[in-house]
């Protein structure tokens, strides 16, 4: 079993930086693929990034390739995600989530979900 915390969202102007934490409770964190996905209001939840257990391997949607950087430090349990010249379209709640077994970009394969933490980019 895995808990995972978000922090680290807000408002923050377009062009502005924010970095998330997620904090995983567990012992076996450093096995885990995860994930940063986001859900807009009235939009269905979407992949933003995963990174493998070792951080060796990332992937990134298109929609934010080469603005965010997910990261994670295994001695933390801690996965980050570091969100730099953000738009009003990042505007979302996002979540981590970590698997067990892959490293994918589908929601419906990860095993434990945070809660959530808001993040909104004003225009």
């Known amino acids: 079993q895995v808990q995972l915390v978000e922090s680290g969202g807000g408002l923050v102007q377009a062009g502005g930086s924010l970095t998330l934490s997620c904090a995983a409770s567990?012992?076996?964190?450093?096995?885990?693929?995860m994930g940063w996905f986001r859900q807009a209001p009235g939009k269905e939840r979407e992949f933003v990034t995963a990174?493998?257990?070792?951080?060796?391997?990332?992937y990134y949607a298109d929609s934010v390739k080469g603005r965010f950087t997910i990261s994670r430090d295994n001695a933390k349990n801690t996965v980050y995600l570091r969100m730099n010249s953000l738009k009003p379209e990042d505007t979302a709640v996002y979540y981590c989530?970590?698997?067990?077994?892959?490293?994918?970009?589908?929601?419906?394969?990860?095993?434990?979900w945070g809660q959530g933490t808001q993040v909104t980019v004003s225009s």
């Open positions: 990174i493998s257990w070792s951080g060796g391997s990332t």
């Open positions: 989530a970590a698997d067990r077994t892959v490293l994918t970009t589908r929601p419906d394969e990860y095993d434990y």
């Open positions: 567990g012992r076996t964190f450093s096995s885990y693929a």
